[in-house]
């Protein structure tokens, strides 16, 4: 081998090994928690917080959940996140399950909701949801696994023009910001025919990307106009009618 090409190998490996190395290292350090969120990762007097090893799972202390909420979070968020939201949704009688994805990245994880439907053989209704890639990924299983879960929710998200979810029997919901300014319109627009039929469409006035977690500022978002409190109790209540209309109510 000639010796200008051994050292362009040897250089172009070096590079790839840092590339690596460097990925990694981002994808070690996502965006988050936030006091508030850590504050949320701690059980309460309405909602129990059990650490699974792979995935979170908040519980209600009022009944026995027989709908469970699986939660891919968005991409380079830690999972913590967003712990405040998912009290909030279990606070009203559902079981939350945020999973951990490997590299804070839900395409490296799209069927680690399978480790948490069987971890609870007796849920009788499982809806799968997640913010922006997250809720892009869980489009991806819902897709595959429409014997498995009923519901759909995306959070400031929408599917891959792969999965055509139209002709599925799945309950939908669609949220996003108004000022989120992270949530490519273009291709959210262009995708508003695969969602299942009937999926509950709602802008949250004032919202962004960022405040549907708790992880602080994103760069490239808009300024939201209402508080994070504000716009994940809004997204709260989205998905919890969600859930009801899962369980036939």
Do not use: C
């Not at 460097?22 to 070690?28: E, N, S």
């Not at 009022?62 to 606070?91: K, L």
Request: glycine share 12%; no cysteine.
């Amino acid at each position: 081998m000639k010796k200008g090409l051994k050292t362009a190998l040897i250089i172009i490996g070096v590079v790839l090994f840092l590339g690596v190395i460097g990925f990694i290292t981002w994808g070690l350090t996502p965006l988050g928690p936030t006091n508030e969120a850590l504050a949320a990762m701690e059980s309460n007097a309405n909602v129990t917080v059990q650490d699974n090893g792979n995935f979170i799972v908040f519980t209600p202390t009022s009944n026995t959940p027989i709908t469970g909420f699986i939660f891919y979070p968005g991409g380079h968020v830690d999972y913590r996140s967003y712990a405040p939201i998912a009290q909030e949704i279990a606070s009203h009688g559902y079981m939350v399950s945020i999973v951990k994805m490997p590299l804070s990245l839900a395409v490296f994880g799209i069927n680690k909701a399978d480790e948490v439907i069987t971890a609870y053989p007796d849920m009788r209704y499982w809806v799968i949801g997640g913010h922006s890639l997250g809720g892009s990924m869980a489009a991806s299983y819902a897709k595959k696994h429409t014997d498995k879960v009923q519901g759909l929710a995306f959070w400031a998200s929408y599917p891959v023009t792969s999965d055509d979810l139209s002709s599925t029997s799945l309950k939908g919901l669609s949220t996003h910001g108004s000022n989120d300014q992270v949530l490519n319109r273009d291709n959210f627009n262009s995708t508003l025919a695969l969602l299942p039929p009937g999926t509950i469409m709602q802008v949250i006035q004032g919202g962004n990307h960022a405040q549907f977690g708790n992880y602080g500022l994103q760069p490239g978002d808009g300024t939201a106009t209402i508080s994070a409190a504000d716009q994940q109790a809004q997204a709260a209540g989205l998905t919890v009618r969600l859930l009801r209309a899962v369980e036939g109510e």
